[in-house]
């Protein structure tokens, strides 16, 4: 019995990964400076929840690592700081990585992807980039 419980779990996590990944490319764009609420908005979308709080706040609450082996589809990936405007300096910037070495984004209000190498080196001058799962909830 628990083996078939851990089956459908395994199974959920997936249809949910898939959803957040999906949800990248079909949620639209929040608008200049608005990155971690169309982050929040494709988690709700894809039906994972609603999580509020700017890039820095998530990177603080839910971005653990910088080891880049250990980066997964569907975690976000932050910086609490970044120098290219003056809100970027108090609230950070924040994507989801969706696998293959991508990040998907909302940049000036433009929903963009990026290798996550660029990514990392565009915004990792001011600060070390981190990613973990948004919310605590492990999508894989």
């Known amino acids: 019995c628990y083996s078939l419980l851990e089956n459908c779990v395994e199974e959920w996590l997936r249809t949910i990964l898939r959803a957040v990944i999906s949800a990248t490319y079909s949620t639209g764009s929040t608008g200049a400076g608005y990155c971690a609420a169309w982050v929040s908005n494709v988690f709700a979308n894809a039906g994972v929840g609603s999580f509020g709080g700017n890039a820095c706040d998530m990177y603080w609450s839910y971005c653990s690592s910088s080891d880049k082996s250990s ?44 290798s996550l190498d660029s990514w990392i080196s565009q915004f990792g001058v001011s600060a070390t980039p981190r990613w973990g799962w948004l919310g605590g909830v492990a999508l894989a």
């Open 71 to 114: 980066i997964k589809p569907g975690m976000i990936i932050a910086v609490p700081t970044e120098p290219y405007s003056a809100a970027a300096r108090l609230y950070g910037h924040i994507g989801i990585y969706v696998g293959n070495n991508t990040v998907r984004h909302c940049l000036s209000g433009v929903i963009t992807t990026q």
